[in-house]
């Protein structure tokens, strides 16, 4: 039997965790991880700035996506809003996670 599970406060219930990020001056590759529920998924995401805008693109490994369907959640909208909070920088990031400047 499947879960429902009311979407309307989804992005309240999602907590987004950066473990590591590197980068330069255009693009940066973002490590991390996000709770839902007291479930942990890992994700990883290339962020891109300036040229074009800011934009996010996320990748969840298979059995993330399998767990969250499993669980209820529609992944798609999972992803969207971890690309909203990781655009707005509602995130936390872990002690230890590394981020060099880029070079003008």
């Known amino acids: 039997m ?3 599970v009311d979407d ?13 990020s590197t980068g330069g001056q ?14 942990k998924f ?5 962020a891109f700035g300036r ?10 490994p298979k059995t993330s996506v399998n767990n969250l369907k499993k669980n209820g959640y ?11 909070k990781l655009l707005d920088g509602d995130i936390i990031i872990l002690n230890g996670s590394r981020s060099p400047l880029p070079a003008d």
């Open 2 to 4: 499947k879960k429902e």
């Open 8 to 20: 309307s406060k989804l992005s309240k219930k999602i907590v987004v965790y950066v473990s590591n």
């Open 26 to 39: 255009f693009a940066s590759k973002i490590i991390g991880y996000f709770v839902i529920d007291d479930m």
């Open 42 to 46: 890992r994700f990883i995401a290339l």
């Open 51 to 60: 040229i074009g805008g800011h934009n996010i693109n996320l990748q969840l």
């Open 74 to 84: 529609d992944p798609e909208l999972v992803q969207l809003e971890i690309q909203q």
